[in-house]
């Protein structure tokens, strides 16, 4: 079965800090690959997404991620964060087996600290 | 202003209780989507519609039903509501096929 995998829980990074959480997708040569934030209380706001081309893709808010395919992943990274990146972070793949639909990973949680 | 309006916000339900989630896109997108959050397993999806006139079912089905009368509006309904129904619903929209989904804020319910 499809899946999308992040295997940290939760990061606690220093402000200043770079950062790079991990995910790892399961189904596709090609793949359509997303990050989402949530900040507390709130929905979830699209950070960046790959869908072809180039590997690296650049994002909203400083963030990056890249695809490797060899690796089956799609990390995602900040060289710099700041107190108001503390958040939960999701990857998310969508795929269309007759019906189209986004796989989420069960999400990072991102604490800073000063 | 665009975007995905989800009401209510919250609500607390007696077991048993009907309840109805609603969902309004005003971006003319032709896919909507609705999801629940639990701790520990991401976002799952429940039903989703990929034009008006047609729905279909997704992971977590059971319990829940929808209806997509026209582009702008896909309810969530749970015809008689149960404790492991407490979750956090999200609606979503997206234009097409492999297209980005747009979510909405969230209705955060529990069932007692």
């Known amino acids: 079965a499809q899946s999308v995998t992040q295997p940290d829980i939760h990061i606690t990074v220093s402000e200043g800090a770079s950062l790079e959480l991990r995910c790892n997708y399961s189904?596709?040569?090609?793949?359509?690959l997303f990050w989402y934030v949530q900040s507390p209380g709130q929905g979830l706001q699209l950070l960046l997404k790959?869908?072809?081309?180039?590997?690296l893709v650049q994002g909203i808010k400083g963030f990056e991620a890249e695809f490797k395919r060899s690796q089956s992943s799609f990390n995602l990274r900040k060289p710099s964060v700041h107190w108001s990146d503390a958040a939960e972070y999701f990857c998310?793949?969508?795929?269309?087996?007759?019906?189209?639909?986004?796989?989420f990973g069960t999400g990072t949680r991102l604490t800073i600290i000063p | 202003i665009a975007g995905i309006t989800q009401a209510p916000t919250s609500q607390i339900l007696a077991a048993g209780r009907r309840m109805t989630l609603r969902c309004t896109q005003d971006?003319?997108?032709?896919?909507m989507y609705w999801y629940r959050q639990d701790l520990g397993l991401g976002l799952r999806l429940i039903h989703y519609?990929?034009?008006?006139?047609?729905?279909g079912k997704g992971e977590v089905p059971d319990g829940y039903s929808v209806s997509r009368a026209n582009t702008d509006d896909f309810p969530l309904t749970l015809a008689s509501a149960v404790p492991s129904q407490t979750s956090v619903y999200f609606c979503?929209?997206?234009?097409?096929?492999?297209?980005?989904?747009?979510f909405g804020p969230g209705t955060r319910l529990l069932v007692l």
């Open positions: 979503a929209s997206s234009q097409g096929q492999g297209k980005t989904q747009y």
């Open positions: 971006m003319r997108h032709n896919a």
């Open positions: 519609s990929n034009t008006a006139g047609t729905t």
């Open positions: 790959y869908f072809s081309g180039d590997t």
């Open positions: 189904y596709g040569a090609t793949p359509y």
């Open positions: 998310a793949e969508y795929t269309n087996f007759g019906n189209e639909k986004l796989t």
